[in-house]
C-alpha cells in the first residue's frame, strides 16, 4: 500500500470511557432527541435553526459563540429549537490542507489524529454539559461517527457524499435526525434516493463488523442549492422550488416528508449576506402555502462571531477559516426575526 501507518488510534468504546457522558448529560440529550424528532414528525411546530461556523476551528471561539446561541435560545425558546453547528471535519473546499479540527486541534499545527478525536468529543461534550446543546455535525467519515454518537442531535451528509453507499447505509442506522443534501448537480432524484435508502434498514461492514441497521425514519432532504456546467450556482429554495420538492415527497411514500434549507452554499453563491434575505423568502413561503410550512422544517445557517472569512496565515478570533459566515449581531437579529415570523 502506498502509505504510512503512524500509530493504532483508540477504538470509539475506549474514547466514550475516557471521555464520558454523565447521566445528567444523558438526560438533556434524550429531552433535546425527542424535541427535534416531533418536529420531523409533525407532531410539533416548532422551528429548527440549525446555526453556527462552517467549520468548527479553535476551542474557545467556538464555546464562545455557542454561549451566546444558548442566550438567543432562552428568549425564543416557544417558536424555535437551535441545533448549533460544530462541524469537525470540514476541510476547505479543494480538500487540500486544512482538514477540520479532527485532523488538526490546532490548524496551525501539523495533523494529529488522536489529540483531533478528543477534541471534538470534548468540545462537544462542553457544549452539552455547560450549555445544554446538543449539536449537529457533518459525517464526512462514516467510521469516525460512533466518536460522537452518544453525543450529536443531528448529522448532515454533504452534497459530495449523498451519493456514497457507506454513508447512506450509515444513516439508515442512526437514531437521530439525518439530513440528506441533494448533490452539486442539483438531482433532486439522487436525494430522494439517498433519503429512501436512509429510511430503510440493510446490513453491511462497518467497523469491521456485520450490523444490520433499522432505517431512520428522520432521514430527510437538504436543499443547498446546484453548480451548472460553467461553474455557476443555481439556487433551489424558492417557492416553486419547494412546491417541487413536496410533488416528489408525495410520490414516494416516504416517512415524515421534511425539509431543511440551506441559506448559504450554492444557494447564496457563497455571499454570506444573501442568508438573511433568503431565510426570510422561505419563511414567507412558509406562511404563504400550508404544504410547504409542513415540508420545510427549518434553515441551516452558517454564522460564527465576525462577518466573512479570513485566510491562511491570518488570526481573527471567531472569524470562519472556510467558507464565509454571518457575523454575530446579524446573527442575532434574524434569529428574533424570524421567531416573530414562524
Known amino acids: ?53 462552517c467549520s468548527a476551528d479553535h476551542r474557545e471561539p467556538v464555546l464562545d459563540y455557542i454561549g451566546r446561541l444558548r442566550r438567543v435560545q432562552d428568549r425564543v425558546q416557544d417558536k424555535i429549537i437551535i441545533i448549533p453547528r460544530i462541524y469537525t471535519n470540514k476541510p476547505r473546499t479543494t480538500g487540500d490542507g486544512y482538514k477540520g479540527m479532527l485532523h488538526q486541534p490546532d490548524p496551525d499545527k501539523r495533523p494529529d489524529m488522536l489529540k483531533g478525536i478528543v477534541a471534538i468529543r470534548e468540545l462537544h461534550r462542553t457544549a452539552l454539559k455547560d450549555y445544554g446543546f446538543t449539536c449537529a455535525d ?139 434575505r433568503i431565510a426570510n423568502e422561505v419563511v414567507f413561503s412558509r406562511n404563504h402555502n400550508s404544504d410547504i410550512k409542513r415540508l420545510v422544517k427549518g434553515l441551516m445557517i452558517e454564522s460564527y462571531i465576525e462577518d466573512g472569512a479570513q485566510g491562511p496565515g491570518e488570526h481573527v478570533y471567531g472569524k470562519s477559516i472556510t467558507d464565509p459566515c454571518l457575523g454575530w449581531e446579524k446573527t442575532e437579529n434574524l434569529i428574533l426575526q424570524l421567531a416573530d415570523k414562524v
Open 138 to 276: 457533518e459525517m464526512l467519515y462514516p467510521e469516525n461517527h460512533r466518536y460522537l454518537s452518544d453525543l450529536l442531535a443531528y448529522v448532515a451528509v454533504g452534497a459530495r457524499s449523498v451519493e456514497n453507499q457507506q454513508h447512506r447505509l450509515t444513516a439508515s442506522g442512526l437514531d437521530v435526525p439525518v439530513g440528506m443534501k441533494n448533490p452539486t448537480s442539483g438531482d433532486l432524484t439522487i436525494m430522494m434516493n439517498s433519503i429512501k435508502a436512509a429510511q430503510h434498514s440493510h446490513t453491511f461492514l462497518y467497523r469491521g463488523w456485520e450490523v444490520q441497521s433499522h432505517g431512520n425514519p428522520y432521514a430527510h432532504a437538504i436543499l443547498r442549492g446546484s453548480v451548472d456546467f460553467a461553474g455557476k450556482s443555481v439556487s433551489n429554495y424558492h417557492y416553486e422550488d419547494l412546491l417541487k420538492l413536496h410533488a416528489l415527497y408525495q410520490e414516494s411514500g416516504l416517512d415524515n416528508p421534511a425539509a431543511i434549507v440551506d441559506t448559504n452554499h450554492a444557494n447564496s453563491g457563497k455571499k454570506w449576506m444573501e442568508q438573511v
Open 1 to 53: 500500500m502506498n502509505m504510512t501507518f503512524h500509530k493504532k488510534l483508540p477504538i470509539p468504546q475506549d474514547i466514550k470511557a475516557e471521555y464520558p457522558v454523565l447521566e445528567t448529560m444523558a438526560e438533556v440529550k434524550e429531552a433535546r432527541d425527542r424535541a427535534i424528532k416531533a418536529v420531523f414528525s409533525g407532531e410539533s411546530d416548532k422551528f429548527l435553526l440549525i446555526i453556527g461556523p
